[in-house]
């Protein structure tokens, strides 16, 4: 059974860096039928998806355009996690974050499982 | 970006009643699309995937239809479980995009 465990701090503060990892179990990160994905959640911008890992032979990585300059996703096949870093927050980025997996038989647009999600606040 | 419109917003019903939420695409998505459910403090659950295919699981009285631009989830007899929002998201093109959520509440 496919599992996955967020961690990472609740609250940061504006111009920082927001990071959060999410541990899998149940599956290993660099499976081939697999991709690893951020999500996050808030009143404003409604579920919001921003990005993805995943390995086919080597590391590929897809972000949305409105965060792809500040945001990264690193893979750590020791821990057999992925982790999210999201530079230069503002309040407009307070939300619940969610990672989440689509497995490539249904097709890897589709969540199939999620984290149980991380209530992220940027204040001071 | 691909807009995803849901209808309607909030809808109001009963147990043992016949629920449909509809979802349109702002272009053609083929049968790209999901429909999820969440329940308060609780992540999405994935419910339906390719317009029509069951997730492993979810019981059957929950149904999926359209392609194109055009979608509905049906749920055919509501049950108390049921009560939540139920989000579509577009598959067919990235960014991935989700619709802004029907709540279905008690009546």
């Known amino acids: 059974q496919l599992q996955l465990q967020q961690s990472g701090p609740g609250l940061v503060k504006p111009s920082q860096t927001l990071s959060l990892t999410c541990a899998i179990s149940g599956d290993s990160v660099s499976s081939s039928s697999a991709t690893w994905n951020w999500i996050r959640q808030s009143p404003s911008r409604g579920l919001e998806w921003l990005g993805r890992?995943?390995?086919?032979?080597?590391?590929?990585?897809d972000f949305a355009l409105s965060v792809k300059s500040r945001m990264t996703i690193n893979s750590d096949t020791t821990k057999n996690q992925f982790s999210l870093q999201f530079n230069s927050v503002t309040p407009e980025d307070t939300a619940v974050y969610y990672c989440s997996v689509a497995m490539a038989a249904a097709g890897t647009g589709y969540f199939q499982q999620w984290g149980q999600g991380t209530l992220v606040t940027v204040s001071s | 970006d691909i807009q995803m419109t849901q209808s309607p917003s909030s809808v109001s019903a009963s147990v043992g009643d016949r629920v449909t939420v509809t979802c349109r695409a702002s272009?053609?998505?083929?049968?790209?699309l999901a429909w999820y459910q969440q329940k308060p403090g609780k992540a999405p659950k994935l419910l339906i995937y390719g317009a029509s295919s069951l997730q492993s699981g979810v019981p059957s009285r929950f149904s999926g239809s359209g392609s194109g631009t055009d979608f509905t989830l049906t749920i055919s007899s509501l049950q108390p479980e049921d009560f939540a929002t139920y989000y579509c998201q577009q598959a067919n093109s990235f960014p991935w995009t989700f619709g802004q959520g029907t709540k279905v509440e008690v009546k």
């Open positions: 272009q053609d998505i083929s049968g790209w």
């Open positions: 890992t995943y390995y086919r032979s080597k590391w590929y990585h």
